[in-house]
């Protein structure tokens, strides 16, 4: 039998539900390597279908010089302000 696209999945069943979320059910050909899991929006949707069922578009995950990304760096923490002077002193 030939997969599905490469991936093996052939059905997708998404359950929306009333808070914004919604459940992911990807059922496997091979009827038991099924994959359910949950998003918190629609762009957490796609991001989860694109993770189990695509592949990357051609310089995904490149910058405009056809280079890997460098991880994005933590923001610095704000420096410390100076202790304002005493009147007077």
Same mark, same amino acid.
């Given at each position: *039998? ?14 929306? !539900? ?5 459940? *992911?059910? !990807? ?6 390597? &099924? ?10 949707? &796609?991001?989860?279908?694109?993770? !189990? ?11 405009? &010089?056809?280079?890997? *990304? #460098? #991880?994005?760096? /933590?923001?610095?923490? /704000?420096? #410390? ?9």
């Amino acid at each position: *039998m030939k997969k599905h696209a490469g991936h093996g999945y052939k059905h997708t069943h998404i359950e929306h !539900h009333a808070d914004g979320s919604h459940t *992911m059910h !990807h059922e496997h050909e091979d009827g038991k390597s &099924h994959k359910k899991y949950a998003v918190q929006s629609l762009d957490h949707v &796609h991001d989860g279908m694109q993770d !189990h069922l695509g592949s990357a578009n051609p310089g995904e995950g490149m910058d405009e &010089h056809n280079q890997p *990304m #460098a #991880a994005a760096a /933590p923001a610095a923490a /704000p420096a #410390a302000a100076a202790p304002a002077a005493m009147p007077g002193a």
